[in-house]
């Protein structure tokens, strides 16, 4: 039943600039599900590369959007309300590879549960990520599968409104509900919109027998650029820890994990994984600590700079 499944109130959205080399391995990807959405589109934010072309090519209606108009919440909300037929909403990420013909039928079949309001599925490491990046993904991403509630923050904390939009899905009367992607925030809508669906009642679903490849080995500038982010949406949504707790415990166990990963599989690769984990850590607290430091700095720390417009620029503090 599950394959028969014609997916026709079913969207796939995907943001994309400059795919590369592996967008062809993408799109083939996603040509080989045996359950197809009804709804296919992409918004790029001016890509010079053929990454339009080629998603045209395969049957995808394309958005073209100004490079500057890119948000991480407000792109996506721009493609739910271009597809109002569309019951469930899946998000994908350009690098983010369908692992098998099935992925996003079983990922869709979460909403066979009245109570779920969203879905992200499992994210494998690549063939050749580094250790560090595959324990990222083994951490985050464990292979059994799990509905949480908002009774679960009391054994979780924060993790209960981990989710993320490399791979998921949402009900669309849900996320209208709580107000849809948000505009404003650098980075971790996919986090702001969990958390508030499981504030107002709604269960999210994390779906192990769905998955994708997909990891990143990042440098340490760029790690630390990202941590630097992630302090700035903290910072900038403080009822996320006021109703969640603080995302500094689950970045404890991250880190004893990685540790104990490591010793088992790659020990020359500890040394750097310490003084990672340091620079991570002092790059989240100067992300928290954002509305003390100049506009100009926070364009050098930060990895996402095009946030950094004057409209945001003076948010929240003036």
């Known amino acids: 039943k599950l394959l028969e499944r014609t997916m026709h109130d079913v969207a796939v959205i995907v943001p994309t600039l400059n795919a590369g080399d592996q967008w062809r391995g993408w799109l083939e990807a996603f040509a080989r599900q045996r359950a197809k959405p009804a709804y296919r589109l992409i918004i790029d934010s ?6 339009v072309a080629l998603a045209r090519q395969y049957g995808f ?80 991403y464990p292979p059994t599968s799990a509905v949480r509630t908002l009774r679960d923050r009391q ?53 192990s027998e769905a998955a994708v490849y997909h990891s990143h080995d990042y440098r340490l ?22 109703a969640f707790g603080a995302p500094e415990g689950e970045g404890k166990r991250f880190v004893l994990s990685e540790l104990a990963y490591l010793t088992r599989h790659a020990p020359a690769a500890l040394p750097g994984a310490l003084v990672r984990t340091v620079a991570k850590w002092w790059a989240f607290r100067l992300g928290c600590c954002e509305h ?24 929240r503090y003036g």
Not at 227 to 240: K, L, M, N, T
Not at 292 to 315: F, G, Q, T
Request: glycine share 8%; with cysteine.
């Open 155 to 207: 054994r979780l904390g924060i993790k209960a409104a981990f989710l993320s939009n490399s791979f998921s899905a949402f009900r669309r009367s849900a996320l209208l509900a709580v107000g849809g992607f948000p505009s404003s925030t650098i980075m971790n809508e996919d986090t702001y919109v969990a958390a508030k669906l499981l504030l107002a009642g709604w269960n999210i679903a994390y779906c």
């Open 221 to 242: 500038t760029e790690e630390c650029r990202r941590y630097f982010d992630i302090g700035v949406f903290h910072a900038r949504e403080p009822w996320v820890r006021q």
């Open 292 to 315: 003390l430091l100049p506009y100009s700095l926070k364009r050098v720390l930060s990895l996402h700079r095009r946030y950094w417009r004057p409209a945001h620029a003076v948010a």
């Open 46 to 51: 001016g890509s010079r590369d053929d990454t």
């Open 61 to 140: 209606d394309v958005e073209i959007i100004a490079p500057e108009a890119f948000n991480h919440g407000g792109t996506r909300q721009r493609g739910v309300a271009r597809l109002p037929q569309a019951a469930i909403v899946v998000f994908l990420t350009q690098d983010a590879i369908l692992a098998g013909p099935d992925e996003l039928a079983r990922l869709v079949a979460c909403f066979a549960d009245a109570a779920v309001g969203a879905a992200y599925g499992r994210q494998l490491p690549q063939p050749n990520a580094g250790p560090i990046g595959a324990h990222a993904r083994l951490f985050n």
